[in-house]
Nanobody
Framework: QVQLVESGGGLVQAGGSLRLSCAGS????????VGWFRQAPGKEREFVAA?????RYADAVKDRFTISRNYAKNTVFLQMNNLKPEDTAVYYC????????????WGQGTQVTVSS
């Protein structure tokens, strides 16, 4: 497992932007697949985006969100543009060993609130 710490959440108006950061640490972090998930009140946690070497996105955020990674700084980013009230959720960074398709490390989450 690796350790993950998210930051960058906050309150933004609809149409605005936020960039979330996830600082990773631990052995072989650079070899891990990383991703973002979110959980809205009363809903199950859902996939948002992942970097498998090639990016994947949920349909709800495609063309608005971008996942990127700075290997030198062990940091993963989620750039969120054109935010909508339905994007309001706690966002979690996750990581898993490459090739396993499992997520064995999670951050504590960061709140994103989009007002209409």
């Amino acid at each position: 497992q690796v350790q993950l710490v998210e930051s960058g959440g906050g309150l933004v108006q609809a149409g605005g932007s936020l960039r979330l950061s996830c600082a990773g640490s631990g052995p072989n972090f650079s070899t891990y697949v990383v991703g973002w998930f979110r959980q809205a009140p009363g809903k199950e946690r859902e996939f948002v985006a992942a970097d498998y070497g090639r990016s994947r996105y949920a349909d709800a955020v495609k063309d608005r969100f971008t996942i990127s990674r700075n290997y030198a700084k062990n940091t993963v980013f989620l750039q969120m543009n054109n935010l909508k009230p339905e994007d309001t959720a706690v966002y979690y960074c996750a990581a898993g060993p490459s090739g396993t398709r499992s997520w064995n490390s999670w951050g504590q989450g960061t709140q994103v609130t989009v007002s209409s």
